[in-house]
């Protein structure tokens, strides 16, 4: 465990990318280990290849080498893995502006009475967007594009079609709601779209560039 927590010390720091100034000092206050075990430990992650370390005037310069990178990504996998197991996926974000289109089609009768058909509410008018903060919370939107989820059907309209969409329901600070996948989107995967009973900014008092963590139960 130790070794991994030092890891994610690192790379939260950048040391994926390139070298960073670390003290055993302030990474054993940081962790809550002693600066002599920060020290053996960094020791033994150097004789492992797991990362390059170079003597500076009172810090280190360390970087996580490919084999360290490699057996992170390894933890990741059995995490996604207890993850999935469990019915939960958890991604965490930044809130951001979206392009109201949300307030639109949610406003649409043949969406809401769907949704609060088959999800159990009727959809507040909009969505709150979640910018997605890794590559790996990314991969986890990537995963629920791939489920079943409950889908809301599509339909047409004086001429347009509008597209289905797929709901995941989900838990933002005990708040219920639902990540929609639409059919189609004018986000990527690094942008969740949310839907609930509530106006989400009101109810948990969030403005742009607030973080939030998003548990969705794909159980």
Request: aromatic share 8%; charged share 30%.
């Amino acid at each position: 465990m130790e070794i991994l927590n030092l890891l994610l010390y690192l790379g939260k720091r950048g040391a994926i990318a390139k070298p960073v100034t670390i003290t055993t000092s302030k990474m054993g206050s940081k962790l809550g280990i002693s600066q002599q075990s920060i020290s053996r430990w960094l020791i033994t992650l150097e004789k492992d290849g797991m990362i390059s370390r170079e003597k500076g005037i009172r810090s280190y310069f360390v970087q996580i080498t490919p084999v360290g990178k490699k057996y992170m990504q390894e933890k990741r996998n059995e995490l996604n893995e207890i993850f999935e197991r469990s019915g939960k996926i958890v991604m965490r974000g930044k809130v951001v502006s979206g392009m109201l289109d949300g307030k639109y089609y949610m406003s649409l009768k043949k969406y809401s009475e769907k949704i609060k058909s088959r999800l159990g509410f009727k959809p507040y008018p909009g969505t709150l967007n979640i910018r997605l903060d890794t590559i790996d919370d990314s991969q986890c939107k990537k995963k629920l594009c791939a489920m079943k989820g409950t889908e809301i059907p599509g339909f047409r309209r004086g001429g347009r079609t509008f597209g289905s969409v797929r709901c995941f329901p989900c838990r933002i600070s005990g708040v219920k709601g639902a990540v929609l996948i639409p059919e189609r989107s004018h986000y990527g995967l690094e942008v969740l779209e949310i839907i609930s009973p509530f106006n989400l900014r009101q109810r948990l008092k969030l403005s742009n560039g607030d973080d939030v963590k998003v548990k969705v139960i794909v159980g």
